[in-house]
């Protein structure tokens, strides 16, 4: 039923992208994220995960987070004042972009897949009397080239800026190059394998929890305030932190590589 819904909001979206109400279009896109992150941990906690519904967890994210940010970049970036070099542009730039979400959405179900025949068939060797190897059931703190949610997110930095009231950003103030090259690059990073951090992975200590909360609160605020600023800054700083990532995912590689010397 979740799952569903993030389906409708990304339905949503391209609806009202199509009626030129931009902000309601992407409001429905981060509905769909809420729904995303909730329709995993629920399926987790009422122990009710199946194949039907990975495979449309995975469809409601390309419709979500691929189609939904590609059409709103076409209907905002071509409009009818733009020559046709600047079109192609702009239309190699999303297309490229829904492609690598399709791809990188692909590539998951797959290795899903794979995962889940590969347990299958330990699991009946164990029953069996072999000797099958115990999973590693620990959360990765990385995911491997960049989520599609937080694709969309990126995509649509440009979008949120010129909605936002504190800024006087307009997309004809941009060069077409360049708002390609950046839905380009974000579509680069979906189906990369560059490290990116897994929030779910992350374990925090005790004594970062109370500036955490601190964290959230002024977040809050400022999402309160000025929440497409606030978004569009969460998503740079997101891209921004591939660099910690590498250096962090190195170090646990090492750790690992030594542990298992010993």
């Given at each position: 039923m979740l799952t569903t819904l993030a389906v409708c909001c990304g339905l949503a979206s391209i609806h009202f992208a199509l009626l030129d109400k931009w902000e309601?279009?992407?409001?429905?896109?981060?509905l769909a994220a809420i729904f995303d992150v909730l329709d995993g941990g629920a399926a987790r906690l009422l122990r009710v995960q199946s194949p039907f519904g990975a495979v449309?967890?995975?469809?409601?994210d390309f419709l979500a987070f691929g189609i939904a940010p590609a059409v709103i970049m076409h209907q905002w970036l071509l409009s009818p004042v733009t020559t046709k070099?600047?079109?192609?542009l702009e239309l190699v730039g999303v297309m490229v972009f829904a492609l690598c979400s399709a791809l990188r959405l692909a590539?998951?179900?797959?290795?899903?897949?794979?995962?889940?025949?590969?347990?299958?068939?330990?699991?009946?060797?164990?029953?069996?009397?072999?000797?099958?190897?115990?999973?590693?059931?620990?959360?990765?703190?990385?995911?491997?080239?960049?989520?599609?949610?937080?694709?969309?997110?990126?995509?649509l930095i440009p979008a949120m800026l010129?909605?936002?009231?504190?800024?006087?950003?307009?997309?004809?103030?941009?060069?077409?190059?360049?708002?390609?090259?950046?839905?380009?690059?974000?579509?680069?990073?979906?189906?990369?394998?560059?490290?990116?951090?897994?929030?779910?992975?992350?374990?925090?200590?005790?004594k970062l929890v109370a500036p955490l909360l601190i964290i959230v609160v002024v977040v809050a605020t400022c999402a309160m305030m000025s929440p497409w600023l606030t978004i569009s800054a969460i998503a740079g700083l997101y891209v921004a932190s591939v660099p910690l990532a590498f250096v962090l995912r190195s170090r646990q590689r090492s750790v690992s590589a030594r542990a298992q010397s010993v």
């Open positions: 309601r279009a992407m409001a429905a896109i981060v449309l967890d995975s469809l409601s070099a600047q079109d192609t590539r998951f179900t797959a290795q899903a897949h794979t995962q889940a025949m590969r347990a299958a068939v330990e699991a009946s060797s164990g029953a069996s009397g072999g000797s099958a190897q115990p999973s590693n059931k620990r959360t990765s703190m990385f995911f491997s080239g960049m989520p599609t949610p937080a694709g969309a997110g990126v995509a010129a909605a936002s009231d504190d800024l006087q950003f307009q997309a004809w103030n941009v060069p077409s190059w360049v708002m390609a090259i950046h839905l380009i690059v974000t579509g680069v990073l979906l189906v990369s394998t560059v490290p990116m951090f897994a929030m779910k992975g992350v374990r925090i200590s005790r």
